[in-house]
């Protein structure tokens, strides 16, 4: 009997197995290796100037968007909440709004649905959405700690989802 529940917890570990493996989420193009990235200029919620410099050393997840697109504004409560789960000293979600009506906008819409853990950033002039070549919205560009792009995604997704949290805790690990 010993034998068959050591045999049966084996198989049960090994089937397992590819389900805790970190997997590249559907949708998501990882490049075979790292890509420079453009110098984009934006603000920040003080009208600050910012650059993607300002979170160098970190792993970040550079989501474009904007309050007008549907499923940029389905995804913000997902990037919020993997913010507050997995934002630090080892990755920042930056999400990065090319609304022309400017902070105010992006203000309300945060205040509406309660995002509490991403910092507001804006480009107005939408420099930036051309400088990183996007076509459409949202996008979402994986950088390294080196400031390399390593993959993007367009279109929306489920940024807390477990898959993916594990996906981008395998990164930060790996980077």
Do not use: Y
Not at 74 to 97: C, F, H, N, W, Y
Not at 141 to 169: H, K, N, T, Y
């Amino acid at each position: 009997m010993r034998t068959f529940a050591f045999a049966l917890a084996a198989s049960l570990l090994m089937l397992a197995q590819p389900l805790l493996a970190a997997e590249t989420p559907p949708n998501f193009a990882m490049h075979e290796a790292p890509k420079p990235m453009p110098e984009i200029q934006f603000q920040d919620g003080e009208d600050q100037p910012r650059t993607l410099a300002d979170h160098s050393g970190k792993v970040v997840l550079l989501n474009v968007w904007a309050t007008w697109c549907v499923p940029c504004r389905k995804e913000m409560p997902t990037l919020d909440r993997l913010q507050a789960e997995l934002g630090g000293a080892d990755l920042e979600v930056v999400a990065l709004s090319i609304d022309r009506a400017g902070p105010d906008a992006v203000r309300k819409f945060f205040a509406e649905i309660g995002i509490q853990h991403l910092a507001l950033n804006i480009d107005a002039s939408g420099k930036a959405m051309f400088a990183l070549g996007i076509i459409g919205l949202p996008a979402t560009i994986l950088i390294d700690r080196g400031g390399r792009e390593v993959g993007r995604l367009i279109g929306p997704a489920e940024w807390d989802s477990p898959a993916m949290v594990a996906f981008l805790r395998d990164r930060i690990a790996n980077d």
